[in-house]
């Protein structure tokens, strides 16, 4: 018998595996260019305006109505009304479809910015209506006539609207992204779930097809050692052995080993030096189980309606209980969770709360001069958090990231005469740049320490 066909066992092996290996690895590489899933969240560096290109456009006016009118009450109606009020369905407050047919903007205006002062004068309509929501005061807003009639035309043209829309439409700073199930994530989704189908697929024929041609190997082995006619040369291929003992005893086998223990050593002590002080992926568990997603995903309540000082203070502060029962107070009342709100308020104690997002004492940051001033969205630090059920540290909130964010992140100075001089400064030495947070000086040490 030919020696070489014995030769030939081990390659048809080899090459039997690196072919399906090979397959394996284009569908993987196939898997993650065809299909692959964004980040959610917005990064450092991505403007606002990419935020804003995204969002749902204001729907257009009813009978050639005035569109600009309907998308500022849009946006008044996501601030100040939407945590309260959806337009086809009750919530806290009645559904506000058909309100311009059961009362007419006459008495809607004086109703919306002091309902106290229309209930003591004894209007029908308005007793009627408290008594009816367990005399539950409405609060009172400071609203122009134009804003208010503003958000009548949005709330008529939502009429009968299914969805998020008749909710008061997505979250503010988050009208791209409402819990990701957009058409396209989902045929992403459905994509990515066949290829590792595929591929799992294709994992198991590999290893049932390795096994069966080990036992065809031995098979063919035994048949072999019975035959007379085999010369010395295929019987000493027949009866080898492999030496494992040679090569753990092989220099070179001892240096490729130490070598690599020696830099998985290296890189992990590494890792863990700078991992010293970074509390990214941080999720303690809270005394209330509270969900954003529920809360800012799914009922859509604007962030700025429980941190009520996002916009115009140093630090995002922390809900006070009484937020809580200008709906807990009617919804869900008999809730475990809700109860451990109404026992804080009788002992007249604070929720403690576990803070998660914590900056050292030596860095200087101000809140409002990144949302009101910068207008970030709240996802561009805190990730999408109207998908957490429960909040973690999204970023890395160190001095790199900071950094990295205000070398990339563009300053809007149109219309600010503050800013002239410096962008024709800027752009005289710069030409093309654009005009970043760091051309501000954003990135200068005593920005953040002093």
Known sequence: MNSNRLRSLPHLLLAL????AGAHKVAAQGA?????VKKEGVTPGAT???????????????GGGDAAAIAAGDAL?????AQCHA??????GPALGGITKRRPISWIIPWIKNSSKVVASGDAYAVELYNKFNKQQM???ALSDKEITSIVAWVTSQEGAPGAIAKGGPTDGNAAATDGKTDAGGAEAGAGKYVDILLIVLVVVLIVLVVTLVIIGNLMKDVLRGRKDLDGRDIEILEQRFDW?????SPVMRGIVGTVFALVLLYEGVQS?????LTQGYQPTQPIAFSHKLHAGEHQINCAYCHTSVYKSKSANIPSANICMNCHSQIKTESPEIKKIYRAIERKQPIQWVRIHNLPDLAYFNHSQHTQVGGLQCQTCHGPIQNMEVVYQYSALTMGWCINCHREMPLNTKDNKYYDNLVKLHDTKNAGAPFTVSSNGGTECSKCHY
């Open 17 to 20: 595996f690196l072919t399906f």
């Open 32 to 36: 993650s260019s065809s299909a692959e």
């Open 48 to 62: 606002a305006g990419a935020t804003a290109a995204t969002a749902v456009a204001p729907p257009a006016a009813p």
């Open 77 to 81: 109606f996501k601030a100040n009304c």
């Open 87 to 92: 337009v086809n369905e009750q919530v806290v």
């Open 139 to 141: 609060p009172s807003f």
């Open 245 to 249: 003992g040679k090569l753990y005893r």
């Open 273 to 277: 030096v700078m991992a010293v002080g």
